[in-house]
């Protein structure tokens, strides 16, 4: 049976001009007809894409190339598609154009034909361009032309000073051009104008897919499920959404659903004969999988998904919905005495970080590079990610990465850091139509598990620049985005903005927490105190953070040629890609724990800076999740935007941080915990799997070299439970000769880390050269290799060094005296004794004069 439908998409090569910022849409004739001047310009992508190619700017990410590209804020830019149509195609009833994501202020026109203007990013431009009354399409050649501007062209202070409000820019802490008071008006993502994190890069894209929907008789909109638990299985609720597109005649047909399984076999359908009126009918039916397998978060379970396809017969012809993955799960958000999502009826520990565009040219990130920081993610045994409120809504990649790798996504509404004008109603009407149809677009996935209305709001609203309070934006968070998650999809839970509850933001009694008192500490030297974060007992922490340089690989490459300035100069390349909330303060945490870093080589900070950055991380979240009142932790950030010494603990050209690691190990599914209290230390074990968990620890306190006695006890725990499993005194022990710990004793031992407590600095110890043993051996599964590593006496960040492309289990571990570990490696090249070897802190730091001290 012919189909009733056709797309043709027009992503690709597209052409690209520009003009100044005044030529408006008026000019669009004489543009659209312009012969020369015309560059190359992919779609999606951003209009800095077709400028490197064509060699009229350097990569605007840089050494300082960002500052040498303002001028393209101050140019209209207009992108010409040429595509081809045949009677065939135009013989269908109705044509619609769609663009996905216009970045930003767009004017859109066919063959000559102005079809509108466009004010978001956030949700599509969609037009009518054939119906039974009209057409613009014409067989042969036709013409799409696009103008875009970078958005803030129009915004005057007579409107943005009226906001009363903290629009924070980044000019106080030397970079005043990143940040813009004009943003909140601008329906785009809020970070392209500069944040502390990234430069000034202001987009102007078109960041989604371009197509035209050739239609006959009908077509599906949506499929919307919801699913119910019942004694028989799983029943599911779905609602087809199908457009009779005859505005004047009914007409009849059968819709069809059909849940499949990850084998392809059918195991739920369901049809319904019906008459379809003109316009959009919602066809209701239910369906029962019977013994469904369940979606679960990483760590939990698999994270299944089946597929689901719908169609409309229509007798003649078929119109089908595109098939789709679907994962059958349940979640809640509970909140009284707590902050605990709960899936599937558990109780869930949330292990995460903060996501950002993964670019600060954002439109250039591609599919791969999603599914591979969100499988890195997965890897480093998170369980959830946070969609910062001043990025944007991504593409379809990667919230199908997150279902894959069951990641729960806690989703902020794009609003950061600021009041907005929602005392206009054209404003409120716009973020009403773009929340309809985020709510819309995202409901089906499984990894969906909150939607929250903004980040930081209350921070902005709540003390202003004039000492009053501003409810600019409450009627947005209050009213308008939870009418649209309650219409779309009541089931997923919603939250006022991060952080709320209780009488103020970052209650530890009430709602979630944004931990930064300790990371932003005036007190430098404090600042880089991991000990002071045991005194945060929040329900749920969604940011806090540390940052940390980049390889030295991943450094050389975006210093382009300038220097590691240890002068620490405001106008270097150096300092531009230093996070602009450090004020100096990573410098005395590295001079504190390890080296002076005005006093080291490029190679040397970012060695010690890895380390660091990873003892913090690892011991915040340690403290986090033993605190038992405490479900969950998410640090900031995962990822980067650009290359910066920064929060993030994977880097800008998706490479591992060394902190990447010291995290995982914080994230890990079985993990011992030592924290002191009074003079006592307590031995916290988390089990976050849904088995129970058995073995045998030892604990105590050994010296340097092994000296000590430690004791053995078998401990259990239940699944998903975190309990204290042994407490031993503390008193009377020399804190720099060596360490209280915690280790698994036998084949658990080889596998899973040892916990350790120090009460002092690395460089304040009486440190002691380590003897380490190292075997490799192949294991079983292709490209898998055991590396065996010992040591006689304490061993700090035990690092594999591995060829090229070899991945290994774990790095930068700490070994203490008489551990062994065993961790596997996966590698195309052939692993032996002779192409791996090991080195620790010890190897560098003993040749530094601290160690001389």
């Known amino acids: 049976m012919k189909s009733a439908q056709q797309e043709i998409l027009f992503n690709g090569t597209w052409q690209l001009r520009d003009e100044a910022i005044d030529v408006g849409a008026d000019h669009a004739?004489?543009?659209?007809?312009?012969?020369?001047?015309?560059?190359?310009?992919?779609?999606?992508?951003?209009?800095?894409?077709?400028?490197?190619?064509?060699?009229?700017i350097t990569e605007p990410l840089l050494a300082k190339n960002s500052f040498d590209q303002v001028w393209i804020e101050e140019r209209s830019w207009w992108l010409r598609k040429t595509f081809k149509l045949t009677a065939k195609d135009l013989a269908h009833d109705v044509a619609e154009l769609e663009l996905n994501h216009l970045d930003c202020n767009a004017s859109i026109f066919l063959n000559g034909v102005h079809l509108g203007d466009h004010p978001s990013a956030f949700r599509p431009f969609v037009a009518p361009v054939k119906s039974s009354l009209?057409?613009?399409?014409?067989?042969?050649?036709?013409?799409?032309?696009?103008?875009?501007t970078h958005g803030l062209e129009g915004i005057t202070p007579d409107m943005y000073e009226p906001l009363k409000g903290h629009q924070p820019t980044e000019a106080n802490r030397g970079h005043a051009e990143r940040g813009d008071r004009r943003r909140p008006f601008v329906r785009?993502?809020?970070?392209?104008?500069?944040?502390?994190?990234?430069?000034?890069?202001?987009?102007?894209?078109?960041?989604?897919?371009?197509r035209l929907r050739l239609m006959s008789r009908a077509t599906i909109r949506d499929v919307q499920v919801v699913p119910y638990p019942t004694e028989h299985g799983a029943e599911l609720d779905l609602t087809v959404s199908v457009q009779w597109l005859d505005p004047f005649a009914t007409g009849r047909g059968i819709v069809r659903v059909a849940v499949e399984d990850a084998d392809g076999k059918t195991v739920a359908a369901g049809e319904v004969d019906t008459l379809l009126q003109s316009g959009v009918n919602y066809i209701d039916m239910g369906v029962l999988v019977k013994k469904p397998h369940l979606w679960w978060p990483n760590g939990m379970g698999e994270p299944y998904r089946y597929t689901i396809k719908a169609e409309v017969d229509l007798g003649k012809s078929v119109a089908a919905y595109k098939p789709f993955r679907y994962g059958i799960r349940w979640i809640e958000l509970l909140t009284e005495g707590e902050f605990t999502f709960?899936?599937?009826?558990?109780?869930?520990?949330?292990?995460?970080?903060?996501?950002?565009?993964?670019?600060?040219v954002y439109a250039r990130v591609s599919d791969e590079n999603y599914h591979a920081l969100v499988a890195e993610a997965a890897d480093a045994n998170f369980n959830m990610l946070r969609i910062w409120g001043g990025g944007l809504y991504e593409r379809d990649a990667f919230y199908e990465a997150c279902d894959e790798h069951g990641i729960m996504i806690w989703h902020d509404f794009m609003f950061a850091c600021s009041p907005y004008p929602d005392h206009l109603e054209s404003f409120r009407d716009e973020v009403a139509k773009e929340a309809d149809f985020q709510t819309r677009r995202l409901r089906n996935?499984?990894?969906?598990?909150?939607?929250?209305?903004?980040?930081?709001?209350?921070?902005?609203?709540?003390?202003?620049?004039?000492?009053?309070?501003?409810?600019?934006?409450?009627?947005?968070?209050?009213e308008v985005l939870p009418a649209a998650v309650r219409k779309n999809c009541p089931y997923t839970p919603y939250w006022y903005t991060s952080p709320s509850g209780g009488e103020k933001p970052d209650s530890y009694e009430v709602g979630d927490c944004h931990a930064w008192p300790v990371p932003m500490m005036l007190d430098l030297y404090r600042r880089y105190d991991p000990k002071e974060f045991d005194s945060c007992d929040a329900l749920f922490v969604s940011e806090f953070g540390?940052?940390?340089?980049?390889?030295l690989e991943s450094t050389r490459r975006y210093l382009e040629g300038a220097p590691y300035d240890t002068t620490r100069a405001k106008d270097s390349v150096w300092m531009d890609h230093m996070n602009t909330f450090d004020g100096g303060a990573l410098d005395v945490g590295l001079k504190r724990h390890y080296i002076d870093p005005l006093q080291a080589s490029l190679e040397e900070y970012c060695y010690f800076g890895g380390l660091l950055q990873g003892q913090m991380y690892s011991y915040t979240l340690d403290s986090l999740r033993a605190k038992p009142q405490c479900s969950g932790s998410l640090f900031w950030m995962y990822n980067d935007a650009w290359p910066e010494v920064g929060w993030t603990i994977i880097d800008y050209y998706v490479r591992r941080k060394p902190s990447y690691w010291f995290v995982k190990r914080a994230f890990a599914p079985v993990k011992l915990i030592c924290r002191q209290a009074g003079g006592k230390i307590n031995v916290i074990c988390a089990n976050d799997t849904m088995e129970p968990f058995a073995g045998t620890i030892e604990f105590g306190y050994l010296s340097m070299d092994g000296q000590g006695k430690l004791r053995s006890k078998a401990i259990s725990v239940k699944p998903m439970e975190r309990k204290v499993v042994a407490t031993f005194p503390s008193g009377g022990k020399d804190v720099t000769k060596g360490m209280w710990l915690a280790r698994f004793k036998g084949e658990q031992g080889l596998r899973l880390p040892s916990a350790t407590l120090?009460?002092?600095?690395?460089?304040?110890r009486q440190l002691v050269q380590p003897t380490l043993g190292m075997s490799v051996a192949a294991a079983s599964g292709k490209g898998a290799y055991v590396v065996t590593v010992s040591a006689d006496a304490f061993a700090h960040a035990v690092e594999l060094v591995l060829p090229d492309g070899a991945v290994p289990a774990d790095n930068y571990f700490d070994?203490?005296?008489?551990?062994?570990r065993q961790v596997t490696v996966h590698s195309k090249a052939k692993l032996t004794n002779k192409n791996v070897s090991i080195r620790t802190a010890w190897d560098w730091f003993s040749k530094r004069p601290e160690a001389k001290k």
Not at 354 to 359: E, F, G, H, T
Request: hydrophobic residues 40%.
């Open 29 to 56: 004739s004489r543009i659209v007809a312009a012969k020369r001047g015309w560059i190359d310009q992919p779609v999606p992508g951003d209009v800095r894409q077709g400028l490197l190619a064509a060699g009229r």
């Open 134 to 148: 009209f057409s613009h399409l014409r067989e042969g050649e036709n013409v799409l032309l696009v103008r875009l």
């Open 188 to 210: 785009k993502p809020q970070c392209v104008w500069g944040w502390d994190w990234q430069p000034r890069v202001a987009t102007v894209c078109i960041n989604g897919d371009c």
């Open 342 to 360: 709960m899936v599937n009826g558990e109780r869930v520990f949330a292990k995460g970080g903060n996501w950002v565009p993964a670019d600060a």
């Open 445 to 478: 996935h499984a990894s969906m598990a909150l939607w929250c209305g903004s980040n930081e709001w209350l921070y902005m609203t709540g003390s202003t620049a004039d000492g009053t309070k501003s409810e600019r934006g409450a009627r947005l968070l209050g």
């Open 546 to 551: 540390y940052p940390g340089p980049l390889s």
């Open 758 to 764: 120090w009460a002092t600095e690395y460089r304040k």
């Open 815 to 820: 070994l203490t005296p008489g551990e062994t």
